[in-house]
C-alpha cells in the first residue's frame, strides 16, 4: 500500500489536534487565499495551455468564486463553529444540550478536470473550515494545473496535515485502498459507484457531486432573445464542459424556429463570425473527448456551427435541429458545446420527457409566465432549479450544491461545505441532581410510575384537549 | 428475487402517481400510524414480551413511547418542515427568488433491528413518510412475533402499495439489496452496514447506518458515585444489555473501583430484587446464538457480581468484571450484553488517550462534578453523541441528531433530523425573464471592465445591518443602470 505512509503521518498530525483550534483554520484559509493572489497568472496560463480556457472564464470561475467562497467561511467560521443550543423537552430542561460540530479526521478530495482549481479548493476551503487533514487530489487529465497545484500549493499550508497527491487511474485505485474519515469526489457517475464502493469497505462517509443531462424548457411565451443569450452563454462557457450546463433544450417547433434564429445572433455577438479565433471561446480537454463529441454530431441536423478542428482540439459552438430522443447525443451527458434541440407538443410532454429520465444535476425552465417555470419546479426532480437563466443558482453560496439520484449525493457550498465536513455530534450533559425525577425510570417497573413518565414526557399536539 | 422487484416497483409507480406528495396525504398516513399504535398496544406489547421477554410498562415506555412523541412531533411540525426555506441572497441575485424547496426521495428502505423492534421500525418510518416517500419496511426476522406483528399491521392502517412490508431473513435482505432504491437506513452491525453500503454504491444509494461499537463510560474520581452508578446500571442492564447506546465498559481509577462495585451490586438488589431471575423487569437474551457469544466472553475473567446462567431461558445475570485487560476478548467486540467490564485508568488524559485509541463509538459517557472536565473529555474525543452524567439520555431528545461516526454509523435521524435524512433539499433560483442589463457583464467578449465589475457583484465583504444593506441595494440599482448604459 504505498500511500499508507502518508496517510498515518496525517492521521498522527490530525491526533495531536493541531487543525482543531479556529486560529490555526483561519491562518490555513487566508494562505489559501495568498495562492489565489500570487498565483493567478499561473493558474490562468495553465488552464489555458491544458483546455484553452479563456482568462475571463478562468478568473470569474476558478478565481473570483473560490474567494468567494473564502470570504464567506472566513466571514463566518467562528459562528459556525460554535455549539448549537438545541430546543430541550421537559425531562431535560435544566440540562444542556448542543449539537458539536467536530471535525471527521483525514479527509480526501478528488478533483476533476473541468474546473480544476474550483472544484479543488471549494471543498478544501469547507474541509479546513471544520478542522480536518486533508488529502488533495487533482486531477491527472489537465496536467499544467495539476502540476501547479502539487508544487505550489504545499508551501502555502501546514505540510503536516495536508499533501497533494498526484495520482491515475491505477495509483488514485490504490489510494482508495486506505480508510479516509470522509471522501469528497466530484465526477462522473461510473467513477462515483466505484468510490462509493471503495468507501464502504471503511464504512466512511461520501458526497459525490456527479452529473448527468440537464434538460432546459423553453415555453412559447418569453423573451426568445433574452433566452438566447442566458442559455448560451450557459452552454458555450467551458466550451461546454461545465456539469451544470444546459444539457439539451426542450421547446415547441415554433420555438425551436425563433430560439434558432436568436442563438445564431447571440453566438456571433459573442465569439464573432469565426468562433476559433475569439479568444473568449475555449478547447476540449483532452482527446478522446475531442473524439467522442465529433461523433456525437451526427444526430439531428447541424443548424449552427458544426465545424471542428483536431490540432487545436476545437469545436465550434454548434445547435443541433430536431434531435431525436433516441439519438446517440441524447444517450450521455454531452460535456461540450453542442446544444441539442429536441423539439415537444408542450410544457406536460417535456415534464414527462424529464420524468423518464435519471434526475439530473439541475432542470432548468424559461418563461415570462411564472406559472409555467413553477409547474416546471413542482413537477421534476433534480439535484437544483434555475428557473430563466442558467448555471446563476451555484454563485449564491446560501444555496446548497449538489445532486439527487445518479446525479450525486450530499451537497456543498458556503455554510454546506463547513457542515459536510464535520460530524453533528448530539451532546447531553445532565446535572448529577433531580435523582428523584430520574427515579421514575428505574425498575422495578409500575403502571402508575409508566403514567408520570408519560405525563412528563408526552409532546401534546398543539390545541388538544388537555382535560383527558 | 422476483417478488422484491414486483414489492418495489409497486411501490415507485405509487410514489410516482404523485399521491404521497401532497401534505394531507402524509398527515392522513400519519394519523393512521398513531391510530394504529394506540388500538394494537396490547398486540404490540405481547409481540415485544415474546421476543425479549420484556414487560408491559418497560416496553411501553421503551417502544411505544418514543413512538406516539415523534408521531406528534411530526404531525405538529410537518408544515413548517416542508415549507420552502428563502435563503440570504447576494447583490446579483437580489431582486431573484432563492429558496430551498425539501422534496421526497422516492422509494426507501428501512432495515430494523431487533433489539429495539418496533421503535426501530417505525421512528424512521415516520420521518419517512412525513417526508413524502413511498417506504418499503424490512423488520429483523429475529426478533419474529414483532416482525410478523408489523407486517400484519401496516397494511391495515395505512397505504398498502406506498409502504409495504418485507419479512425474511438473509436471503430476502440481499434480494431486496439489488433493488434500487432513493435512501436506504440500516440500523444494525458494521459488517452488515459494509454490506449494505457496497450495495448502495452499485446504484448511488444514499445511506444513513446506524451502527454500533463499544461505547465508553468514564468516571471520574470526583462525582456521586451512587447516583452514577444508579444510572449506569440503569442503561446497562436495560434490555439486557442490548442496547446500542449502553455503556458498553467503564474506564475508572483503581481507588473507587470496588466502590463502583458496591454501588452497582446495590443498585442491582434495588431494582430486580434477590433473585433477579424472578424479576418481571429483568429481560433475556433474545436467542442461543447470542447467548453462547457473551457467555464465552467471560472466559478467564474476573467476576466480581454475577455470572450466572441458564441455557435454557437464555438468561444471563447481570454481571460486573474487574480489572480487565485492554486486551481481553471481552474488550474486542461490542459486548451487546448484561457483562459490565470495568478497566482502571489513572488519569482522565489516559481514559482519552484510551478512547482514542479505538474506534469511534456510537454513544460516550463521562460522569464528574467537575464541568471542566466533561468538556474537555467531549472536545477531546469523538463519538456518535454524548450524554455527560447520565447514560442514554441523548437518544430522548428529539432535537439532537442521533447517529454514529466512523465505524459506529453515518448519518442521523429523530425529530426534524429524520424528516431530513429522508429529503432532498433542492436549490431553487427563479430569476426575472427581462432585467437583462447585469447579465450583459458576464457575456462575451470579455474586458477587463467586465472583471472588475464581477469582483465587485461577488466580493463584497459587505458589513450585515440595515444601513449596510440599504447602501448595497442602492449601489446594485447604481451598478444595473450603469452597465445598462455602458454595455
Not at chain 1, 409566465?369 to 421534476?380: C, D, H, I
Not at chain 2, 462525582?223 to 442490548?242: E, H, P, S
Not at chain 2, 442496547?243 to 430486580?272: G, M, R, W
Request: hydrophobic fraction near 40%; glycine fraction near 8%.
Amino acid at each position: 500500500n504505498p500511500y499508507a505512509g502518508l496517510v498515518s503521518c496525517l492521521r498522527a498530525a490530525w491526533l495531536c489536534g493541531k487543525t482543531r483550534p479556529m486560529e490555526y483554520r483561519v491562518a490555513q484559509l487566508e494562505a489559501l487565499g495568498r495562492f489565489l493572489d500570487e498565483k493567478k497568472q499561473e493558474i490562468l496560463e495553465a488552464t489555458s495551455s491544458d483546455m484553452g480556457k479563456p482568462s475571463f472564464e478562468a478568473e470569474f470561475s476558478e478565481i473570483i468564486l473560490c474567494k468567494s467562497e473564502l470570504h464567506e467561511t472566513l466571514n463566518n467560521l467562528s459562528r459556525w463553529m460554535k455549539d448549537e443550543h438545541v430546543d430541550k423537552n421537559s425531562v431535560t430542561r435544566w440540562d444542556s444540550a448542543f449539537i458539536r460540530k467536530d471535525p471527521y479526521g483525514v479527509v480526501l478530495i478528488i478533483a476533476p478536470w473541468n474546473y480544476p482549481v474550483n472544484l479543488l479548493l471549494g471543498p478544501l476551503i469547507g474541509a479546513i473550515a471544520a478542522g480536518n487533514c486533508v488529502i488533495i487530489k487533482p486531477s491527472e487529465m489537465t496536467k499544467n494545473t495539476e502540476r501547479l497545484v502539487a508544487e505550489a500549493l504545499p508551501s502555502y499550508l501546514d505540510k503536516d496535515c495536508f499533501a497533494v497527491v498526484t495520482a491515475g487511474v491505477q495509483e488514485t485505485t490504490r489510494l482508495l485502498e486506505n480508510k479516509f474519515d470522509y471522501i469528497f469526489f466530484t465526477g462522473s457517475p461510473s467513477v462515483g459507484r466505484i468510490i462509493m464502493t471503495a468507501a464502504a469497505k471503511h464504512l466512511t462517509p461520501v458526497t459525490l457531486e456527479l452529473g448527468g443531462k440537464n434538460p432546459c424548457y423553453v415555453s412559447d411565451t418569453c423573451d426568445v432573445q433574452n433566452v438566447a443569450r442566458r442559455v448560451a452563454w450557459g452552454r458555450f462557457f467551458n466550451a461546454g464542459q461545465t456539469c451544470i450546463a444546459p444539457d439539451y433544450v426542450l421547446c415547441s417547433l415554433e420555438m425551436q424556429e425563433k430560439l434558432l434564429l436568436a442563438l445564431s445572433k447571440t453566438i456571433t455577438d459573442f465569439y464573432g463570425s469565426n468562433p476559433q479565433k475569439s479568444h473568449d471561446f475555449g478547447r476540449i480537454a483532452g482527446e478522446k473527448h475531442f473524439q467522442r463529441l465529433q461523433e456525437l454530431l451526427c444526430s439531428g441536423q447541424v443548424v449552427i456551427g458544426g465545424e471542428t478542428d483536431e490540432a487545436e482540439r476545437y469545436i465550434a459552438p454548434t445547435v443541433l435541429a430536431d434531435v431525436h430522443p433516441s439519438d446517440p447525443i441524447m444517450q450521455e451527458e454531452i460535456f461540450g458545446p453542442i446544444l441539442p434541440i429536441v423539439p415537444v407538443a408542450n410544457m406536460d410532454e417535456a415534464i414527462d420527457f424529464i420524468n423518464s429520465r435519471e434526475r439530473p444535476l439541475v432542470v432548468y425552465a424559461f418563461s415570462s409566465n411564472n406559472k409555467v417555470v413553477n409547474q416546471v419546479l413542482e413537477r421534476t426532480s433534480s439535484g437544483g432549479f434555475c428557473g430563466n437563466d442558467t448555471l446563476m443558482h451555484v454563485t449564491l453560496t446560501s444555496l446548497p450544491f449538489g445532486g439527487v439520484g445518479s446525479s450525486g449525493l450530499g451537497m456543498y457550498h458556503g455554510k454546506f461545505t463547513f457542515n459536510t465536513f464535520s460530524h453533528h455530534r448530539g451532546c447531553l450533559h445532565r446535572y448529577m441532581g433531580r435523582e428523584t425525577i430520574n427515579a421514575l425510570r428505574y425498575p422495578p417497573y409500575t403502571q402508575q410510575k409508566l403514567g408520570l413518565v408519560r405525563a412528563a414526557s408526552e409532546v401534546k399536539r398543539k390545541g388538544a384537549c388537555t382535560l383527558l | 428475487m422476483e417478488r422484491m422487484q414486483q414489492v418495489v416497483g409497486r411501490a415507485r409507480a405509487a410514489f410516482n402517481s404523485g399521491r404521497c406528495r401532497s401534505l394531507e396525504f402524509r398527515l392522513q398516513q400519519l394519523k393512521a400510524l398513531e391510530q394504529m399504535v394506540q388500538e394494537k398496544e396490547k398486540e404490540i406489547l405481547a409481540a415485544i414480551k415474546a421476543d425479549l421477554h420484556k414487560c408491559g410498562p418497560n416496553a411501553y415506555s421503551h417502544e411505544i413511547l418514543g413512538v406516539l412523541g415523534e408521531l406528534a412531533l411530526a404531525m405538529d411540525k410537518l408544515p413548517s418542515w416542508a415549507a420552502p426555506q428563502p435563503v440570504k441572497k447576494n447583490l446579483l441575485t437580489m431582486r431573484d427568488e432563492a429558496y430551498i424547496c425539501p422534496e421526497p426521495l422516492g422509494v426507501v428502505l428501512i432495515i430494523g433491528a431487533w433489539n429495539y423492534p418496533f421503535v426501530l421500525v417505525m421512528q424512521p418510518l415516520i420521518g419517512a413518510i412525513a417526508a413524502g416517500n413511498a417506504v418499503v419496511v424490512k423488520p429483523s426476522e429475529i426478533s419474529e412475533n414483532t416482525a410478523q406483528l408489523v407486517a400484519d399491521l401496516l397494511p391495515q392502517y395505512l397505504d398498502k402499495e406506498l409502504y409495504p412490508v418485507v419479512t425474511g431473513g438473509v436471503p430476502e435482505t440481499t434480494a431486496l439489496l439489488t433493488q434500487r432504491f432513493d435512501h436506504i437506513l440500516y440500523t444494525g452491525n458494521s459488517t452488515v452496514g459494509k454490506i449494505v453500503m457496497a450495495a448502495a454504491a452499485k446504484h448511488l444509494t444514499p445511506v444513513t447506518l446506524e451502527l454500533g461499537g463499544k461505547s465508553p463510560c468514564y468516571i471520574d474520581k470526583d462525582c456521586d458515585l451512587a447516583v452514577a452508578c444508579r444510572r449506569i446500571t440503569w442503561g446497562k442492564y436495560m434490555n439486557c444489555g442490548q442496547t446500542c447506546i449502553a455503556p458498553d465498559y467503564i474506564l475508572c481509577d483503581p481507588s473507587i473501583q470496588s466502590k463502583v462495585v458496591e454501588n452497582i451490586k446495590a443498585t442491582l438488589q434495588e431494582f430486580y430484587g434477590e433473585d433477579v431471575k424472578s424479576s418481571p423487569d429483568y429481560e433475556r437474551i433474545v436467542n442461543k446464538r447470542h447467548f453462547k457469544r457473551i457467555v464465552g466472553l467471560l472466559e478467564g475473567q474476573k467476576i466480581a457480581h454475577g455470572g450466572q446462567t441458564d441455557e435454557a431461558s437464555c438468561f444471563i445475570a447481570p454481571t460486573i468484571l474487574t480489572d480487565v485487560s485492554p486486551e481481553s476478548k471481552v474488550m474486542e467486540e461490542e459486548i451487546f450484553g448484561p457483562v459490565l467490564p470495568i478497566l482502571t485508568v489513572k488519569s482522565v488524559d489516559e481514559a482519552i488517550e484510551f478512547i482514542n485509541r479505538r474506534e469511534k463509538p456510537l454513544a460516550l459517557y463521562v460522569f464528574s462534578n467537575d464541568k471542566k472536565l466533561i468538556k474537555r473529555v467531549i472536545s477531546q474525543t469523538s463519538s456518535g453523541g454524548v450524554t455527560g452524567n447520565d447514560v442514554i439520555m441523548h437518544y430522548f431528545l428529539s432535537t439532537l441528531p442521533f447517529g454514529g461516526v466512523g465505524n459506529s454509523g453515518m448519518g442521523a435521524y429523530h425529530g426534524k433530523h429524520s424528516f431530513e435524512t429522508f429529503s432532498h433539499r433542492r436549490a431553487c433560483l427563479i430569476k426575472d425573464l427581462k432585467m437583462e442589463g447585469t447579465n450583459k457583464l458576464r457575456y462575451p467578449p470579455s474586458s477587463q471592465k467586465k472583471v472588475d465589475w464581477a469582483k465587485f457583484f461577488l466580493l463584497k465583504r459587505f458589513n450585515k445591518g440595515r444601513v449596510g444593506l440599504a447602501v448595497l441595494a442602492l449601489l446594485g440599482i447604481v451598478a444595473a443602470v450603469v452597465i445598462t448604459v455602458s454595455f
